[in-house]
């Protein structure tokens, strides 16, 4: 399983995944579900997946080696839009070559998505999720985060708290302290994480870092965040009736 | 969708369901998960069901109206254990005459998972999740809650602050504050809500509530929760890289 969460704010984009890869619970393995595109002052993409692993590294392979006919490659998309049209026909490419295999072994097996998050010059930044089939949908003000994998656990904290207005780094606070509660949660979820923050019209990443257990910041981050959720329901009254 | 918890404490019981029954988003109704059966100063029963709702209606109605070849009913088991397997036996009885049929129209339409807690004298108070084969697990100090239906959005909570030893009615708050939490990021989960709670060896309950969206109690824990919460994340600090 795996736990990604992307933010698209009025200041930037924050990208989050965890590294856990699992065919069951003997065969546990640490993959990095982010993959980042840059070129200074010009752009810069990050692609997260979540499913297959096969179908993930196959579809980041074509869009690293360029796609046929034309051979177009995330370094050469002119807009995000085109870019996640890119993303959408690698994993075409990659259902067409092995799609019926997989579904002819276990149905279902054919099963990936993926969160693409980034600007590129000339353009707005944009945030993507897109599906299995190819198709995908864009991220608004209103809706300003899409999560894939396991996504229910994470997802009250960002419903409560992540608006359009956050401020980049409250954003990331909320993106670890909502991948601290589907840590604890699911199993199928480890570290390290991988956090991305991208500054709107810097097409750069401002922060790549990779956290794991030892990370002073999400140490404390998990520690006061449980015991302020023990201290805020001690406060609240008990049931009266 | 459905969204039950129960738990099993040291001071007794406490069991919360939502009311919202739903075959598509045009198509939604309240209809009551929680049965209760009850004998002053003798036992205390209570069933929450979640899944179809055909299913679950069956299986209560031979609860109260007897099991074939014996009549055995709730009302009338001598332990809890025999409660537990009584309801087993009631959804295989169910799956016998409509299992197939149900089946042949959709796969996996015989869906159902019920909790069962409650107390007969002589015995200790127990919680038992029933599955759709009708085989079931307990509760024990270590897990003392289940949950049936939507669980996942109000799981983080009931794992970081409940334990076997919390306090009935502060383990009560927390099982409303799952609740909101569902309510709040599932729309198929719905309001009234039935709590009932129940102290070890009173063989009644100690409060039988429905909560509704006008219940006092209720509004001011999800408006004060919600800005505990709030707090809570503003003094964090936040990423400093």
Chains 1, 2 share one sequence.
């Not at 692609?47 to 370094?75: F, I, K």
């Not at 579904?103 to 998505?113: T, V």
Request: aromatic share 8%; charged share 25%.
């Amino acid at each position: 399983m795996t736990y990604c969460v992307g933010m698209l704010l009025k200041d930037g984009l924050v990208m989050l995944s965890d590294s856990r890869t699992n065919a069951g619970v003997d065969n546990i393995a640490t993959f990095r579900k982010m993959t980042i595109w840059s070129h200074p002052e010009e752009r810069v993409l990050c692609l997260m997946s979540s499913g297959n692993l096969a179908v993930a590294q196959a579809v980041t392979n074509y869009l690293d080696e360029g796609l046929e006919p034309d051979g177009e490659r995330l370094t050469s998309v002119p807009t995000m839009f085109r870019a996640a049209q890119l993303v959408g026909k690698a994993v075409r490419a990659v259902y067409e070559a092995d799609g019926q295999s997989l579904e002819a072994k276990e149905p279902g097996a054919f099963n990936i998505a993926f969160l693409l998050g980034g600007q590129i010059k000339g353009g707005e930044p944009r945030l993507y999720q897109i599906y299995a089939a190819g198709n995908f949908i864009q991220a608004t003000e209103s809706t300003p985060f899409f999560q894939i994998g396991e996504h229910k656990y994470g997802k009250p904290i960002l419903d409560r708290a992540l608006s359009y207005d956050t401020d980049l780094r409250a954003a990331a606070k909320l993106a670890l302290i909502s991948m601290d509660s589907t840590l604890r949660s699911n199993l199928s979820v480890g570290l390290p994480l991988d956090l991305l923050i991208v500054r709107r019209d810097s097409f750069a990443a401002e922060t790549r870092r990779s956290i794991d257990e030892n990370d002073p910041y999400f140490r404390e981050i998990r520690q006061r965040w449980s015991s302020s959720l023990r201290e805020a329901i001690a406060t609240l009254p008990n049931v009266p009736y």
